[in-house]
């Protein structure tokens, strides 16, 4: 129906201009008539026009409907989230540009257990072999055993296997060096010994008390740091509780805390106190003993009997002291 109406519109502006056309070139061809016939003539174009634009049509709307069907309106498309290659390779860019880089020799914690005489320098020369092969020792615990004349060091380093395979031959071929014992995935039971200092009063009461005080600093608090330190002293009791740890020694400003536990726990436990303000801390090292139990490593039972390819049910004797 549209498209009738546009035809209609069409042939009516044709006939229109056609009609003024010939009037025009009709009044030009007899400029020598009578006004009146001009006149007339101009009343008809008039009519005519007036005609055309009671149908509601005129040139100007013409054009318009013409341009939209020349043009037609497109629809805008929506924004979208590219989610192709490039969204992709943006994305593994940034997981590996956030990953740190590994380093090149993997490093593993030791803990070799070395029974030696007990007789002088004996320390030295097992702590200069692994020096020499680069090994920064952590921790390293020497004593007495229960044979007299038996010495045992405990010793807790970082370094690649293959270097450490080489330092453990080395430590057996020394003379007073009667086994050396790895106990890097033998299941055992470790411990470690701590004793720290804690301060129980505010920097700011320390300081007003050493000043008012002699030069020990025994001057008393004020009820105020008094109160304080009661409540820091509260405070620090519970958290020995937590890691089963004892009080052993109350001052005036300060507080001795024991505690024997792991490794980690021991360094959990002293995160947590700073915040008190360590005065002190003395740290024992690592001890270590494998459990009791004939399998001591870590193996699940589909890989118990892979172990003892060798069907040789013997302990292994180099790790034994020689008879």
């Known amino acids: ?10 042939a009516l502006v044709r ?10 070139s009709t009044g030009a061809a007899n400029s020598s008539s009578s006004s009146s016939s001009g006149n007339s003539n101009a009343a008809a174009a008039a009519g005519a026009k007036e005609t055309v634009s009671s149908g509601m049509v005129n040139e100007s709307s013409t054009m318009a ?10 629809l805008r498309r929506l924004p979208r989230v590219d989610a192709g290659p490039s969204a992709a390779e943006q994305a593994v860019s940034n997981i590996l540009y956030n990953t740190p880089i590994a380093p090149k020799l993997q490093t593993e914690r030791h803990i070799l257990d070395c029974l030696a005489q007990d007789e002088p320098g ?17 921790t390293l615990v020497a004593s007495k055993t229960e ?15 293959i270097v450490m395979e080489q330092a453990k031959k080395q430590l057996e ?8 014992l790895d106990y890097s995935h033998t299941r055992i039971i470790e411990r470690e010994s701590l004793l720290v200092k804690v301060s129980i009063v505010s920097p700011e009461d320390a300081a007003a008390s050493a000043a008012a005080g002699s030069a020990e600093g025994d001057a008393p608090l004020s009820h105020r740091a008094f ?53 002190e801390a003395v740290r024992s ?24 390819i060798n069907h040789d049910s013997m302990p292994d004797l180099s790790n034994l002291p020689p008879s």
């Open 285 to 308: 090292g690592l001890m270590a003993m494998p459990r009791s139990g004939n399998v001591t490593l870590y193996e699940s039972e589909q890989n118990a009997p892979q172990a003892s």
């Open 65 to 74: 409907m013409e341009f939209k069907q020349q043009h037609p309106r497109q």
């Open 173 to 180: 071929d020394l003379v007073p060096i009667w086994a050396v």
């Open 122 to 138: 004996v320390l030295s020369r097992v702590t200069g072999i692994m020096a020499a092969r680069g090994f920064n020792i952590d």
């Open 15 to 24: 006939a229109s201009n056609l009609l003024a056309a010939r009037v025009m």
């Open 1 to 10: 129906m549209f498209e009738r109406v546009l035809v209609q519109n069409r």
């Open 227 to 279: 109160l304080d330190s009661q409540d820091r002293l509260q405070a620090l009791r519970q958290y020995a509780d937590l890691f089963k740890g004892q009080i052993l020694d109350v001052a005036q400003n300060t507080a001795v805390v024991s505690l024997n536990a792991k490794s980690d726990r021991i360094d959990a436990f002293l995160k947590l106190v700073r915040p008190f303000g360590i005065l």
């Open 147 to 161: 044979v007299p004349g038996l010495s045992r060091m405990t010793l807790v380093l970082k370094g690649p296997a």
